[in-house]
């Protein structure tokens, strides 16, 4: 889930939109008034939408990510310690060499 920040915020919006109009029809009944619990209720609303996405998101990254990318690299003697070295800085899980032996 890297989309950009409007995807991330449109859940929280509509949580906060929807807990805002019913605080809202509620604080006609109390103290503080429609406009302060409907306030109230949209700050609720948001703090909730961010909890359940966030919730949401743990679990689906839980499941872990299953893909794998082989790379072949064709390279001289001289460069195999320095992309060893690269490749072991961008943490890959597995490396192997193949020696290809000149025809005479």
Do not use: Y
């Not at 839980?62 to 001289?78: D, M, Q």
């Not at 597995?94 to 025809?103: D, I, N, P, S």
């Amino acid at each position: 889930m890297h989309g950009n920040v409007s995807n991330r915020i449109d859940s929280p919006m509509g949580w906060g939109t929807a807990i805002s109009v019913i605080s809202s029809a509620v604080g006609f009944i109390l103290k503080w008034g429609p406009i302060i619990w409907g306030l109230i209720g949209f700050v609720i609303g948001v703090l909730l939408g961010f909890l359940i996405q966030f919730t949401l998101h743990k679990v689906k990254n839980k499941k872990g990510n299953n893909t794998e990318v082989f790379v072949l690299i064709h390279c001289t003697e001289e460069e195999v310690e320095g992309i060893k070295e690269l490749l072991r800085t961008h943490q890959t899980l597995g490396m192997a060499m193949v020696h290809h032996l000149k025809e005479s």
